[in-house]
């Protein structure tokens, strides 16, 4: 069979995969990823095409064919907090390498790895031109030692790049510098561009037809060494869209109710796909936000195909003229090119009519609880469980906004967004309006090319004028980086009042925007602007007078907010198709960051002393399998929706937390600690860190403080105190929990800081898929519960055991046993659960110890004896 196909393109003949000749009558049936999948499996395998053809008939017939695919992306993607730890494990394994007699420089990734430092960066100083430099400066003062490390990865590998602070979020340069669509060699043969992160937000590139979606950081380590990824045909779940968007209704709107709608139907793990007539009046900036927010709706994916909006969005960020041009001809000669009239099949799907939609907001605590935003006060109150005091005067109300912050790649990177804020903070600002002094603004875009657009359309003044001027290009608040809060909101927040935030961000779990915020609301950013000058959330932000201007008479939103004509004239004014790579170029000239000191050694020099890096604890020829058959004590007992900021958080350190008195005691300054995040190279930091967040409560007793657990005698201990207390007896532990186990951030250090408990298995009621894969990755067992068994709700105690019988021989895909429940009385009760395994590769990891067992193993092995 044919498997190759020449394309003629105006930049010269091309050679690809022949996926129309090699799927057949097929392609046309199948949903785009699953051609993509196919695609790549071809080239990684080298062939296997009857039994790829044997599962995708078997799929199309809703038959389960138990075949794997081989997936083998072209490149790495991570950001400064992920790549912190792997790059640690990295240098950790070349020591033992070299301990072991080993050439250490054998280890370095075999595929690009792209890095962005944009987690780090907090907001110190907001609504002044000169918050952008303060706050760089800060986060080069409290990071230069992380960041000379990242410099040493990228001067001793030469596969690693690392771009400086202020070059912008990772998805944003993803979007706008890296992503190729079409990857072309010197020899003349291409392929569709595929990708792995190590964000749960990477399948934002899903936007432009670019196949790729969020993995752990373990995981990552793995394929960065060249080990494909396996994956077995996952769920494909359909979206269709129809009709248009209204006026006045933005594309964060269309993503809140799409995390809604997949959220409400389940779609855990899945790979979404949209499509339908609805999507031809969706830009590619539209569908970048939509597809951003799939780790909100639960899914892999969100993806769109390639057609003429993709085309147009590289031509529009000055892409290679050649490789603009070969696009459309390739993608349509290989059977990838989007077609509205076609209707593949899919598992499941559902259809939105986008012209139904609305202005909304998600919150307070979850980002699928999408809702009009004049029920924002009684979802606060249902929440914090009393009605809300609205106090006149100049005090802070009851019920406050405390942070207005326009934020996060998902909204961000779009610049109509950001147009569309910034004539609305033209207007109010020509209305004489302003925010209350309560209200913490600020301004983060995702990419440096915002300030050029932004300005050249004259917006700039107007957005400073309403306290938003821009702090810094990267996360901040979105991530739990909002630095701190006004002193009144403070002083608010100790009088009992509910304080706000309102953001354009993905993620309002409560401690995520900050640790003493639990309430927030998701929105467009002109409509966080809005918020912010009405200061709270009374009522109904659409209908209600936001303020008054001088004349005394109420201003309202429909008095500025912007039509869609005047975003486009504003995008026509401001837009240049140079800003993009100019803007970044110009980001990399950092003087700051060329004078960090890095290491030029094989080997990274540790410093006994630090506080921000460590050697880590579980990189060497120690570690081993965490399967057999075993009698454990219940270390943790959790509720539903334990997200990965619950199990390790990324904000700011108190400086009363176990991992705060450890950094103080190390001369760590007790007004400046930073944030976890940061410390996400020193395994000492963040296992004291583990469980931190409030409210990640502990059922095992009653009124357990966070972090902390009951032994058999009785005594309460900080957790990894009761942690090395089991080991050093020699006794197992295991961690029980609800619904949504690790549901969030692709967080390793949520699967590592468990690990480094001693935990040999997580039982749950299900699972988040990047977490589960996580878990795997640190040789930690996820067991999922498949009856009605609610460990929060079953009183199970400290003195109580759990039975796990499931050794290295025994262990298979989705294998279902029983596990024992054996109560301190002797009477013993059954859970019926199935071991949480897809891959045959994840049954290998889970025997061998886990991912850098593995990397260790091969690598030695590689080397010889």
């Known amino acids: 069979m044919r498997t190759e196909i020449r394309v003629e393109t105006a930049s010269g003949p091309l050679t690809v995969t022949d996926l129309r000749s090699v799927l057949g009558s097929r392609v046309t049936r199948l949903p785009h990823v699953l051609r993509l999948l196919s695609e790549n499996h071809i080239r990684a395998t080298g062939g296997g095409i009857t039994p790829l053809l044997d599962a995708l008939d078997a799929w199309l017939d809703g038959r389960p064919s138990g075949f794997e695919f081989t997936f083998q992306p072209n490149r790495i993607l991570m950001h400064d907090t992920t790549c912190t730890p792997a790059l640690a494990d990295i240098a950790g394994l070349r020591d033992a390498l070299a301990e ?18 944009d987690h780090s960066l907090a907001v110190d100083c907001y609504a002044t031109p000169e918050a952008f430099e303060i706050n760089r400066s800060n986060e080069i003062r409290r990071n230069a030692e992380r960041y000379g490390f990242l410099k040493w990865a990228a001067q001793t590998m030469e596969t690693v790049r ?20 079409l990857e072309i060699g010197e020899d003349g043969r291409a392929h569709p561009d595929m990708l792995l992160g190590t964000d749960s937000h990477t399948p934002m590139i899903n936007g432009i037809g670019v196949l ?31 009709g248009r968007l209204p006026a006045g209704t933005l594309s964060t709107d269309l993503a809140l109710e799409v995390t809604h709608q997949l959220r409400r139907i389940g779609v855990a793990g899945a790979f979404v796909e949209f499509y339908g007539p609805g999507v031809a009046d969706l830009s590619a900036d539209d569908r970048a936000v939509l597809a951003n927010v799939a780790p909100e709706y639960g899914a892999s ?29 390739v993608f349509r000669a290989m059977g990838l090119w989007f077609d509205t009239t076609e209707a593949p099949r899919f598992d499941r799907e559902i259809t939105i009519d986008l012209g139904t939609l609305s202005p909304l907001i998600a919150g307070p605590r979850r980002p699928q609880d999408r809702r009009p935003p004049r029920e924002a006060v009684p979802a606060i109150e249902a929440a914090i469980s009393r009605k809300l005091r609205h106090e006149d005067g100049s005090g802070v109300p009851d019920g406050a906004v405390g942070v207005a912050a326009i934020t996060s790649c998902t909204n961000t990177s779009d610049p109509r967004l950001l147009i569309a804020a910034g004539l609305l903070a033209r207007k109010a600002r020509a209305k004489g309006l302003s925010p209350p002094s309560w209200v913490k603004t600020s301004l983060a875009p995702g990419s440096p090319s915002a300030r050029a657009v932004l300005e050249r359309a004259g917006l700039l003044e107007d ?142 020099p540790w410093n006994p002393t630090s506080r921000n890096l460590r050697r880590p604890k579980f990189a060497s020829f120690d570690e081993g399998s965490r399967l057999g058959c075993y009698s454990a004590h219940p270390l943790m007992v959790l509720g539903d929706d334990m997200t990965t900021d619950h199990i390790s958080p990324a904000g700011w350190i108190d400086t009363e ?99 480094l408990l001693g935990t040999r298995a997580v039982v749950a009621r299900s699972f988040e898929r990047i977490h589960r894969s996580n878990l795997i990755g640190m040789g930690v067992m996820p067991i999922e519960i498949l009856d009605d068994f609610n460990p929060q709700s079953a009183g199970i105690a400290c003195s109580d055991r759990i039975e796990i019988d499931l050794p290295a021989n025994r262990l298979s895909r989705r294998l279902e046993f029983p596990v024992g429940l054996v109560r301190a009385n002797g009477l013993r009760e059954t859970i019926s659960a199935r071991a949480a395994v897809e891959t045959l590769q994840e049954v290998e990891l889970l025997r061998c110890g886990g991912v850098l067992a593995a990397i260790l193993g091969r690598s030695a092995s590689a080397d010889g004896p």
């Open 463 to 604: 957005l400073s004028a309403v306290g938003y001027d821009i702090v810094g290009f990267g996360c901040t608040t979105c991530i739990g980086n909002p630095g701190p809060l006004p002193d009144v909101i403070e002083t608010a927040l100790a009088d009992g009042k509910a304080i706000a935030a309102i953001l354009s961000g993905n993620r309002n779990f409560p401690g995520r925007v900050h640790p003493k915020l639990d309430l927030a609301y998701l929105a467009s950013p002109p409509l966080v602007i809005a918020y912010a000058l009405k200061g709270d959330v009374y009522g109904d932000v659409l209908r209600d007078p936001l303020g008054i201007d001088p004349a005394g008479s109420p201003v309202y939103l429909s008095d500025i907010w912007p039509t869609g004509s005047e975003i486009d004239a504003a995008m026509e004014t401001g837009f240049r198709a140079a800003d993009v790579p100019q803007a970044f170029k110009a980001a990399w000239r950092s003087k700051a960051w060329d004078a960090i000191n890095a290491p030029s050694t094989a080997r990274f």
């Open 657 to 755: 937390s176990e991992a705060g008195k450890w950094l103080v005691a190390r001369g760590g300054d007790p007004d400046d600690l930073n944030v976890y995040a940061s410390y996400r190279g020193n395994w000492e930091v963040m296992l004291r860190g583990i469980f931190t967040n409030r409210l990640a409560r502990n059922y095992l007793a009653r009124d357990l403080p966070p972090a902390h657990t009951q032994i058999d005698d009785g005594t309460i201990l900080p957790v990894h105190v009761a942690a090395e207390h089991l080991q050093a007896q020699g006794a197992s532990n295991v961690i029980l929990a609800g619904e949504r186990y690790g549901m969030g951030s692709s967080r390793d250090w949520a699967a590592k800081g468990v690990a």
């Open 301 to 329: 994916t969100g993806f769109f195909a390639v057609d003429a909006s993709t085309v147009s969005y590289l031509e529009r960020t000055a892409r290679p003229e050649a490789l603009v041009a070969s696009i459309e001809p």
């Open 162 to 181: 690392v771009n400086p602070p202020g070059t912008g979020i990772m998805h944003t340069i993803n979007l706008e510098q890296l992503a190729s669509v």
């Open 100 to 117: 072991a007699g080993h050439d250490p420089e054998i280890l370095a990734p075999l595929l690009p790895v792209e890095v962005s430092i």
């Open 212 to 242: 790729g979606w969020g993995i752990g950081g373990l995981e990552a380590e793995s394929v960065m060494f060249g080990q494909a990824t396996s994956l077995a045909i996952p769920e494909i779940v359909g979206v269709r869209l129809e």
